[in-house]
Nanobody
Framework: QVQLVESGGGLVQAGGSLRLSCAAS????????MGWFRQVLGKEREFVAA????????YYPDSVKGRFTISRDNAKNTVYLQINSLKPGGTAVYYC????????????????????WGQGTQVTVSS
């Protein structure tokens, strides 16, 4: 069993930045690939970033490329999401997820690839 706990969310002005953290406990953190998703109220959850188990590879959709950066520290059992240039209307709940699956990171843009999820952290963007 893997437990994931996100933190770092909050209220930020449009154009600002945040760094989200996701702390993992349970099975060996360095064994699994990690992803971040976001969900706007009333909409489906959307993939925003993935990183492989060794931090040697990352993947982003075009919608966030250049603004979001995913990283991980396996010694601290933590994955991070740096969000820059937050946009008006960007209010969402951000979730981290863990996957024991292997393969090209481009395949990790769907929820079905992930085995464990955190409870989410709210990011509110004010205009």
């Amino acid at each position: 069993q893997v437990q994931l706990v996100e933190s770092g969310g909050g209220l930020v002005q449009a154009g600002g930045s945040l760094r989200l953290s996701c702390a993992a406990s349970g099975r060996t953190f360095s064994s699994y690939n990690m992803g971040w998703f976001r969900q706007v109220l009333g909409k489906e959850r959307e993939f925003v970033a993935a990183i492989n188990w060794s931090a040697g590879s990352t993947y982003y959709p075009d919608s966030v490329k250049g603004r979001f950066t995913i990283s991980r520290d396996n010694a601290k059992n933590t994955v991070y999401l740096q969000i820059n240039s937050l946009k008006p209307g960007g209010t969402a709940v951000y979730y981290c997820a863990a996957s024991f699956n292997r393969g090209w990171l481009s395949r990790f843009r769907t929820e079905e690839k992930y085995d464990y999820w955190g409870q989410g952290t709210q990011v509110t963007v004010s205009s």
